[in-house]
């Protein structure tokens, strides 16, 4: 896992280039053979437009959502991108400049305005973006494209058509909601997200979206708050990009990288401001876990749970077992905010300077954390943590507070395992023994993980000049073994004859099965789903 890796000639800036969409689907050239059972489509969402009007986007997650989809048939593979029609987009292209802002570049107002309707348009209310560039997911019959603000869009994933925009500020009281929603066995999709109260009171509000209706009715309509968890600070939310969801529980872990919601809202309207700078980091609080029960519903408020500081961004996955919750997670060191690092001018530079940032930056860990479930007074002082398999603490102080130390899976200087996946169908929730990853060497995706979070062996594919995406594992039919099934990633080659390809991997071994190439560089995704 640790064999480093140079890029001198600093290929991965072509992932981060603007493309066009495509009129057509194009035909790709299969090498090696891909399984007659795996027929669907992998639908795969990230930026694709990096500047408009000649003005650049500044952060990675600025970039105009780009949709991308591989269709699967009889050992045959197609590839179609089109571009989101959000309301961010269209505008954009209207009037050639960036007329909503994006997480870290700010819109501008219309030149051709006279100064008096500019200055209006400065202090007008917060137009939030409906970007949809994070993740692409399932709702009932339906598939949404999402980032993290509340507004969700409706695509059809055959022809990648932008169908809708749903606010879901108009069925529940959320602010916004994760990329990152779990999807129980029944078809409820469950989520979170920041809500201001009254008085600016504030909470994290989990929702729940049922299961497709019967009655063929839009389940989103159906939305509803289940459980509502406090701010560790009033004015100040925690930045929360997933959570962890269990048969019985809730995890969510509440980081030190804070959105200062007076900033949010004082500086919004002036020229410049963007929602990175609404971010701070709280040196003093650490790490927070809340536990909160799915039924019924309620937050356990007697369980205080710290630890030292980190960010994070990705819950690989959670269980219980004997009394304890076992919670592994992608951690970044230290409470500054990894998102700094993740401007376009730091992920475009050369590869020496590339290095150099990254080794500011906050460093990465996989981990593990176990929370004991059932608490007494008289045990004060002593590590509570009594599964046989783990390294993991959990020591009860007398304030009340429960201080965890994690057991490390992996960690590598510079070398993160990211974008985990899981045989989710089969292990959410669940105890489980394999996640597979990106391995992100000084923030640059090079190479695929697949980690034994048991024995913690790994095993990496890995090519030279090759630029992959998060792993989607898709289970064989029938499977027995956790991990039969493959491994599906997006891999960019620059320079190569066909500069993509879909790259089809055995999830036991992490051999490729088979490549399928186009003749187009495919831009980084963020996340997406695979659609039997
Ligand atoms: C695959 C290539 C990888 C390239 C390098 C990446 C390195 C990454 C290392 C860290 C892990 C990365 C996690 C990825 C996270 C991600 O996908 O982030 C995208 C997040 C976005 C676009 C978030 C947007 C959030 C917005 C607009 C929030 C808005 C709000 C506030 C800030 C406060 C008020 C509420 C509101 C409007 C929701
Ligand atoms: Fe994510």
Redesign the pocket.
Known sequence: MVSRVEHPAAGYKK??ETVEELSEPIPAKIIGVIPSWLSGSLLRV?PGLFEIGGQPLR????GQALMHKFDLKRGQVTYYRRFIKSDAYVRAMTENRVVMT??GTAAYPDPCKNIFSRFFTYFKS?E??D?C???VYPVGEDFYAV????YITKVDPDSLETLKKVDLCKYVSV???T?HPHTDSDGAVYNI??C?GKNLSLAYNIIKIPAAMKDKSDPIEKSEVIVQLPSSERLK?S?V?SFGMTDNYFVVVEQPVK?N?LK?LSAWGVRGTT??D??ESNERMGTWFHLAQRDPASYLSNYKFRSSAF?L??HINAYEEDGFMVVDL?T?KGHDF??N??YMAN?KEEWEEVKKAAMRAPQ?EVRRYVLPLDLHKEEQGKNLVSLPYTTATAVLHSDGTVWLEPEVLFSGPRQ?F??PQINYSRCRGKKYTFAYG?G?NH???DRIVKLNVQTKETWVWQEEEC????PVFVPTPGAIQEDDGVLLSIVVKPGARKQSFLLVLDARRLRELARAEVDTIIP????GVYKP
């Open positions: 992932i981060f990230g952060h990675l997650f600025d994006e997480f917060i939030v973006t970007n560039l994070v993740n980032t993290e603000t509340n602010n916004g909601v990329a997200g920041n201001f939310p930045y990009h959105i919601l949010f929602y990175m609404c971010f960010n961004f990705h992608c970044w990894v998102y690092y993740l992920v990465p993160a990211e974008f990106l992100l923030f640059i995706p630029y992959p995406s998060e980084m995704t963020l996340h």
